[in-house]
């Protein structure tokens, strides 16, 4: 989609006058993109209309770059389709906050419970997970497995078949012991079913959630319109959830349910593993979608982190400098983040085979050997770029120092040379980072 849109703008640059004919060209080729991502037809029709309004020939002096401003209002416009402009609801401390999760059968909706659960955890509060489902068989032994992993408390049952008596009796019991967020995992059904609306219903009903979120899997295509509509008829959805982001989506079935429902997205599921569910952002991830990378979501998830140090990096980052410093200080942060694939799978340009290299439990370890290869290092050495390194036998002191061997060593270099050169090239005045954010 990237390519195409790109292309289509590229294409437009040599035209000799960029005329209502020349405009009429490019969206056509934008908005046969955009359909290919999978974004639903009505929607698109309604993007040309709006883009069209907004880039009025006659009105833009000549001086003004015309591309740059269809480019800009093609990115808002799309901007806008996924962020009906709600501010997503929040469970708030000090209160007991109850949450349902609805969706189709293999949506994801027992993986995300967990997801959010333990991003909740992590933030301080008490929570709980109930399985309400009955319905497929061993939904509660999964869910069981999933909140054991993660060490959250969850209730469920092997012998009541009334999905909302488990539900009344879960939550009732989790606020007798004073949980600040519990959350209920409900069935799905292959299809959009009588029963299973009736179902959630009852539910609903019976737990009073303060708020319901909408699980919809992001690859199902232009399906997601339907499906989308179909759960707002019969719940009040308050927020939703796309999973397997990682996958083929594409990014249209996102922009479907926001658009048929009216409601945030507020995470996205980019994986199996439970720390794999990110934040929503709109421009972020319509960037992401067009191909461009997904700096700001690097550099929003770094700046997020409030770390001391991390103002430093990132106006060396921006000056397109790199010292070892700044890469065991971003190490630090992402070792506080989770995985690191995660992280570097913001990276545009970074191969699926580099990040498939990386598992999880293998990177921890690897980074907690690379944090004793810096201690080990002076300050100077700290602040410099690395190529001191060529040296060897400052090399066999630090490996010494931290018992890592030399080899290890330098790969972690050659790691770090690698990144260098991507902060040179994101950096600096006509840097990738100074062109990330095209309204700018
Ligand atoms: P449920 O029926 O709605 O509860 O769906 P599950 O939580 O059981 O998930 C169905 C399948 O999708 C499982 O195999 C999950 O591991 C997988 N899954 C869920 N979320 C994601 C995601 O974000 N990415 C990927 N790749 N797989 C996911
Ligand atoms: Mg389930």
Same mark, same amino acid.
């Given at each position: 989609l990237g390519a195409r849109i790109n292309g289509a703008l590229q294409a437009l640059s040599k035209e000799p006058v960029i005329d209502d004919k020349a405009l009429d060209a490019l969206l056509r080729e934008i908005c046969g993109a955009l359909l290919e991502s999978d974004v639903n037809v009505r929607l698109v029709q309604q993007l040309r209309v709006n883009v069209k309004k907004r880039v009025n020939m006659e009105e833009l002096?000549? +001086?003004?770059n015309k591309r740059k401003v269809i480019q800009n209002s093609v990115f808002d416009e799309l901007c806008s389709l996924v962020d009906p402009g709600i501010e997503p609801w929040q469970p708030r401390k000090g209160k007991q906050n109850i949450v349902m999760f609805v969706g189709l059968?293999? +949506?994801g909706k027992t993986t995300s419970c967990t997801k959010l659960a333990a991003y909740y955890k992590h933030k301080g509060m008490k929570v709980g997970l109930v399985c309400a489902d009955t319905f497929r068989a061993g939904a509660f032994d999964q869910l069981k497995q999933n909140a054991s992993r993660a060490h959250i408390p969850y209730y469920g049952s092997y012998t009541e078949a009334d999905p909302v008596q488990i539900a009344t009796d879960g939550v009732a019991q989790f606020k007798k012991d004073k949980f600040d967020l519990i959350i209920v995992d409900t069935s799905g059904r292959h299809k959009q079913e009588v029963e299973l609306f009736a179902e959630m219903e009852q539910i609903a009903a019976a737990v009073k959630p303060d708020n319901t979120i909408f699980v919809m899997d992001g690859t199902i295509g232009q399906a997601a319109d339907s499906q989308a509509r179909a759960f707002k008829e019969s719940v009040d959805i308050g927020s939703i959830i796309i999973t397997k982001m990682d996958g083929h989506a594409k990014g249209g079935g996102a922009i479907s349910a926001v658009a048929a429902t009216g409601s945030p997205i507020v995470f996205i599921g980019t994986g199996e593993h439970m720390h794999d569910l990110d934040r929503f952002s709109a421009r972020p991830f319509i960037s992401k979608m067009l191909g461009m990378g997904d700096i700001s979501g690097l550099v929003e998830t770094v700046q997020g982190l409030q770390l001391d140090k991390n103002e430093d990096m990132m106006k060396n980052i921006a000056k397109g400098v790199f010292t070892l410093k700044d890469m065991r200080d971003q190490l630090q942060n992402i070792m506080k983040l989770g995985p690191l694939s995660k992280l570097m799978g913001m990276m545009p340009g970074m191969s699926p085979e580099m990040l498939k290299s990386m598992d999880a439990d293998e990177s921890t370890k690897k980074l907690r050997s690379y944090m004793c290869v810096f201690d080990s290092m002076t300050e100077g050495e700290l602040n410099s770029?690395?190529?001191?390194?060529?040296d060897e036998k400052r090399l066999r002191r630090v490996a010494r120092g931290s018992g890592v061997r030399m080899v290890e060593i330098q790969a972690l270099l050659m790691q770090h040379g690698q990144f260098g050169q991507m902060v040179k090239k994101m950096g600096?005045?006509?840097?990738m980072l100074s062109k990330m954010n095209p309204a700018a």
């Open positions: 002096a000549s +001086s003004t059968q293999g +949506s770029d690395g190529k001191l390194f060529d600096g005045p006509n840097g």
